[in-house]
């Protein structure tokens, strides 16, 4: 009798053990009252006003399954973004669909490339399919083309690339982009995850449309939950090849997106006003929160996105731990990134005008005490 069969239990399957539970960022502390969230890159204005609308309007039909095509969302993205319907495929946030991507194109032997700094759900999911990840340094928080090339071997499947990233907020050039791209196999399949995309103002960059569009090899996904304010209904696309979402249709829930998130996507995406509010009051407060954090001594990884990555000096009482601390007790809960390779410093996500004045003022106390 095998060891299996002897097993007193239910058992998982090879590897699951050896993930590391993703952990959200925080939302609360105890003893404190009143909290100001900045800890998982939410949007501080909330979702366009036309978005609250068409959610209500869903609680007429809750007795009827939502579309199983979402051909309403897609429709709207298509029409927005200037894309072929048929090369959409949405999900229940992004994240499903990185899932569903390593469960499609991965399997036990196969080997997924990612950067030491990127998206936590590409290891979780790339191990999930019985994979290996393998994990490529950063050229201070950039991502290195060429390490990356260097890491690709015939078992190579998937390259995972978080443009701009995430905690780090930097971006990586579009040329660099296609660089790395030309330098891959064509049966390697490159994924761009573009989630904050909307923020950048860069000439230089590029979500990755032209290169899906051109190629039979190359993936997008795009998330509702930043610049859109709609986090709470989970909704995610991809734009791929179509013989990618054809496979991955086959192995895709039948009702993975709710008939609400389906609405207020819809209606989202096409309130061009609300994001280019949202774009210029980020703008705004990223200049200033650089500048004063720079003011006071602190280290500042240059941002693209709707976040800070700020470095804390590696002292006893003036670390990220102390830092972090002493801001939660003032209500101010900002992201610890030690589980992506910083462990002295803090990721904020710009907030509104008085939880940014809020931090900046608790941070000046601390580092003078």
């Not at 990223?286 to 700020?310: D, H, I, M, Q, Y």
């Not at 004045?357 to 601390?366: I, K, M, N, P, S």
């Amino acid at each position: 009798m095998n060891d299996f069969a002897k097993a007193q239990r239910p058992t998982p399957k090879a590897g699951v053990m050896d993930i590391a539970a993703y952990v959200p960022g925080k939302a609360s502390v105890a003893g404190v009252s009143k909290v100001y969230k900045l800890s998982a890159n939410e949007s501080p204005l909330g979702a366009s006003p036309h978005a609250v609308e068409a959610y209500r309007a869903t609680g007429h039909h809750l007795s009827i399954y939502p579309d199983g095509d979402v051909r309403a969302l897609r429709q709207a993205i298509a029409e927005t973004q200037g894309l072929n319907i048929e090369n959409i495929l949405c999900g229940n946030g992004s994240d499903e669909l990185l899932g569903l991507l390593c469960q499609t194109y991965l399997a036990p032997g196969d080997e997924a490339i990612l950067t030491d700094h990127g998206f936590l759900v590409y290891k979780i999911q790339t191990l999930a399919a019985g994979a290996k990840p393998v994990i490529v340094k950063e050229n201070d928080t950039v991502i290195d083309v060429d390490a990356v090339l260097a890491a690709v071997t015939e078992k190579t499947r998937i390259v995972f690339i978080t443009n701009p990233g995430n905690p780090t907020g930097t971006y990586l050039p579009f040329d660099e982009v296609k660089r790395l791209h030309a330098g891959l196999p064509k049966n390697v399949l490159l994924v761009l995850d573009a989630a904050y995309a909307e923020y950048v103002r860069k000439n230089d960059y590029d979500a990755g449309v032209a290169l899906v569009s051109n190629n039979e090899n190359v993936v997008m996904t795009r998330t509702f939950s930043k610049i859109y304010g709609l986090p709470a209904l989970r909704i995610g696309w991809m734009y791929a090849p179509l013989h990618v979402t054809d496979a991955v249709n086959r192995i895709r829930g039948p009702f993975n997106m709710n008939s609400a998130a389906i609405a207020a996507g819809s209606a989202a995406i096409r309130d061009r006003d609300h994001v280019r509010v949202a774009c210029e009051f980020n703008a705004q407060w990223v200049a200033w929160l650089t500048e004063e954090f720079t003011r006071l001594g602190l280290k500042v990884t240059p941002s693209v996105t709707n976040f800070l990555l700020v470095h804390f000096p590696d002292t006893q009482n003036k670390s990220a731990a102390k830092a972090d601390e002493y801001l939660q007790a003032r209500g101010y809960i900002l992201r610890r990134v030690t589980s992506y390779g910083f462990p002295e410093a803090l990721r904020m996500s710009v907030g509104s005008e008085e939880a940014n004045r809020g931090v900046v003022a608790a941070l000046t106390e601390f580092l003078k005490s």
